[in-house]
C-alpha cells in the first residue's frame, strides 16, 4: 500500500544543531507540504513543494529549509535549531487541483534543548 | 487572507448526544472547506470536504457540515455521540487550486463522556 513516513518519530537536539527530518512518500504524488503542530496554534504551514525543484515559504517559514530533488522526497531542515522549534512536525502529501485531501505522516516529535 | 476560527478549545459531550463542532472562515474568494480528525499520536484524517457542490456534506463515521455562505460557517456535526469519536477536530479552508495548501483552524479537543 501507498503510505507516507517520516523519521525520526523522536529526536532531541541542542540548540544550535543542524537537524533534519525526512518525508517520503509513495503515492506519487506532486504536492507535499511540512506543517509543524502547537498547542493553541494547530497546524502552521512551513514549506510546501509542488513538483521537483519547486519549494515554497508558508507562513512560519524562518530557520526552515526544504529542498525537492524527487517526486518522492521532502526534507524538512532546521539549520540551527532553538528551542523555538520544539514541535510536533507534520509531512503531508496532495494528488493535485481541487482534491483537497491531505495525507499526513505520523509526525515527527522534535525537542531542542 | 484567508482563515480559519474554531470556536471552543474543548468540546464535552455525553455518549449518544449531539455533536457540534464549530468553525467559521475568512476567504476573498469561494472557499474549499474541510475537517480533519486527529486521534492520539497520529497524523490527520480527511472526514468530509467542500468543494462547491451541495452545501450539506456527509463524511465518515456519520458526521455532516454545512456550509453557509451568508454565515461563513462550516459546522461539524454528529446526530450520537461515540466514545471513539474522542479526538481532536480540525476546520480548514484552502483558496489554492493546485491542491492541498490549507489553513487550519487551532483545533478543538471533544471529549465523550460514559
Known amino acids: 500500500d501507498a503510505e507516507i513516513t517520516q523519521s525520526p518519530r523522536h529526536k532531541i537536539t541542542e540548540t544550535g544543531r543542524q537537524v533534519t527530518l525526512a518525508c517520503h512518500q509513495t503515492?506519487?504524488?506532486?504536492?507535499m507540504f511540512w506543517y509543524r503542530q502547537d498547542l493553541g496554534h494547530g497546524l502552521r504551514l512551513i514549506h510546501y513543494?509542488?513538483?521537483?525543484?519547486?519549494?515554497n515559504k508558508g507562513e512560519v517559514s524562518d530557520g526552515y529549509s526544504v529542498s525537492r530533488s524527487n517526486t518522492e522526497d521532502l526534507p524538512l531542515t532546521l539549520e540551527s535549531a532553538a528551542s523555538s522549534q520544539t514541535s510536533v512536525y507534520f509531512c503531508?502529501?496532495?494528488?493535485?487541483?481541487?482534491?483537497?485531501?491531505?495525507?499526513f505522516g505520523e509526525g515527527s516529535r522534535l525537542t531542542v534543548l | 487572507a484567508q482563515s480559519v476560527t474554531q470556536l471552543g478549545s474543548h468540546v464535552s459531550v455525553s455518549e449518544g448526544a449531539l455533536v457540534l463542532l464549530r468553525c467559521n472562515y475568512s476567504?476573498?474568494?469561494?472557499?474549499?472547506l474541510f475537517w480533519y480528525v486527529q486521534y492520539p499520536n497520529q497524523g490527520l484524517q480527511l472526514l468530509l470536504k467542500?468543494?462547491?457542490?451541495?452545501?450539506l456534506v456527509k463524511g465518515i463515521n456519520g458526521f455532516e457540515a454545512e456550509f453557509k455562505k451568508s454565515e461563513t460557517s462550516f459546522h461539524l456535526t454528529k446526530p450520537s455521540a461515540h466514545m471513539s469519536d474522542a479526538a481532536e477536530y480540525f476546520c480548514?479552508?484552502?483558496?489554492?487550486?493546485?491542491?492541498?495548501?490549507?489553513?487550519f483552524g487551532q483545533g478543538t479537543e471533544l471529549s465523550v463522556k460514559p
Open positions: 503531508a502529501s496532495s494528488q493535485g487541483a481541487l482534491t483537497g485531501e491531505l495525507f
Open positions: 503515492w506519487n504524488h506532486n504536492n
Open positions: 513543494s509542488y513538483g521537483v525543484q519547486d519549494t
Open positions: 476567504s476573498s474568494v469561494p472557499p474549499y
Open positions: 467542500y468543494t462547491s457542490a451541495a452545501t
Open positions: 480548514a479552508v484552502s483558496e489554492d487550486n493546485q491542491g492541498g495548501k490549507l489553513i
